[in-house]
């Protein structure tokens, strides 16, 4: 595999050169004020990334996983109800954890391809007179799939039902990426992971918690050490942590946000908007589609490109990896082989998407597959030369 060429996965992401240093650091105390210096604009920064108001930052040594895991153990008990689209692999998992900790997942089944179903949601808050679900469990990004859900539409079915529950967003495939708004959006807790939006190597869980999250944990049952939230935010309140903090990860995160806002937020999700668009451009010049079921739904920072009948999808993503040293992501779970994945998140620009869509005609030839070489790029390439002068003069 060449180390030259970007990947093309869906996370981890490419990181610039200047995090990576970023990363690199002599070891330092961390129960020294050397480390709260260092950790305080990285919590201040994602506050910001997140547009939080009230609440608390918690990063944790860990990945996205365990930011899911986090939000629950912190926030319920063995029993409570909570509410879940399942539309993909990574809303299933975050099911299945919740099921093997011992909690009752009121399921929405929702065909892979749609996004969080809004009228559901509602009506399945409006039956619950009881009050038994205790939290909505939404995935912002459906990774899988390539579909980005209404969380602002989600927050307003949530309050036309007048249900008191807290919501849970995976934002670990949008965060730093696409719009993100967890004040407005009244979202109670927010998981991302370092190694997609915010470009770093995987190794933290990055989490916004609302005040009524925080108030949760009084109760919450399930039993939590490493991640407990209290013992974090007892540290917190020190200048450090309950263990040994991931220091240089940190202190990536904080230059990270710093390059996110040197560009501005705003220009990089426009940055994001317009990078998708030239590959959904390419894709529809290939005579294929984006598996997400409508425009609506196209997610900025991934597609999964729905292959021909016949054509294998992962056969092309082992082709790229093994002849051309390019990775793309396969199709996972009900979609192994009927699609392959183009991530175009983080660190990228008009000129590598380029690359990444000839290294996949090259394979589609290589396939037999009926697609014309250069056809998709010049779809982008029309695309990115009509939008490219916009852009530099937004950036000026
Ligand atoms: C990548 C991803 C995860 C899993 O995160 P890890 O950091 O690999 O644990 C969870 N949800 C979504 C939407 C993802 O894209």
Redesign the pocket.
Same mark, same amino acid.
């Given at each position: 595999m060449s180390f030259q060429n970007p990947v093309f996965i869906?996370?981890p992401t490419n990181m610039p050169e200047s995090v990576r240093k970023a990363c690199d650091m002599p070891t330092l105390d961390h129960r020294s004020p050397a480390f709260a210096r260092l950790f305080k604009p990285a919590v201040a920064g994602v506050r910001r990334v997140l547009k939080m108001q009230a609440g608390e930052v918690i990063i944790l040594p860990s990945?996205? !996983?365990?930011g899911w895991e986090a939000a629950i153990t912190n926030t319920l008990s063995p029993g409570d109800t909570v509410l879940a689209a399942r539309f993909g692999m990574?809303s299933h998992r975050w099911i299945d954890m919740c099921q093997r900790h011992g909690l009752e997942v009121q399921i929405l089944e929702t065909p892979w391809g749609q996004g969080a179903p809004l009228a559901a949601i509602e009506a399945a808050l409006k039956a619950d007179k009881a009050g038994k679900i205790k939290a909505v469990l939404a995935?912002h990004?459906? !990774?899988a799939t390539g579909v980005k859900s209404d969380i602002a539409g989600i927050r307003r079915a949530m309050d036309a039902a007048g249900h008191g529950a807290m919501l849970f967003v995976?934002g670990?495939?949008s965060i730093a990426s696409m719009p993100f708004d967890m004040a407005g959006w009244g979202v109670d807790i927010a998981v991302a992971?370092s190694?997609?939006g915010f470009m770093l190597p995987?190794g933290l869980a990055i989490l916004g918690v609302s005040p009524k999250a925080i108030a949760a944990m009084e109760t919450a049952r399930l039993p939590r050490t490493f991640f407990d939230f209290k013992d974090m935010l007892a540290a917190y309140g020190r200048g450090g942590y309950p263990y040994t903090p991931a220091v240089g990860l940190i202190a990536g995160l904080a230059h990270a946000i710093e390059l996110l806002e040197d560009e501005g937020l705003e220009a990089v999700y426009a940055r994001h908007h317009r990078l998708a668009e030239g590959v959904r451009r390419a894709v529809f010049a290939w005579g294929m589609a984006p598996f997400a079921a409508s425009a609506d739904l196209y997610s900025d920072t991934v597609t999964a490109v729905k292959v021909p009948e016949g054509c294998d999808g992962t056969a092309l993503v082992q082709l790229a990896a093994s002849k051309y040293g390019v990775a793309f992501g396969v199709g996972l779970g009900e979609v192994a082989g009927k699609v392959f994945r183009i991530g175009h998140l983080g660190m990228l620009t008009d000129v590598m998407v380029l690359s990444g869509l000839a290294a996949a005609e090259m394979c589609m030839a290589d396939l037999g597959w009926k697609v014309s070489l250069g056809s998709g790029v010049a779809a982008a390439q029309e695309y990115f030369r009509g939008t490219a002068g916009a852009m530099a003069l937004a950036a000026e």
């Open positions: 869906p996370g990945t996205g !996983t365990g990574f995935t990004n459906e !990774t995976d670990v495939s992971g190694q997609k995987a």
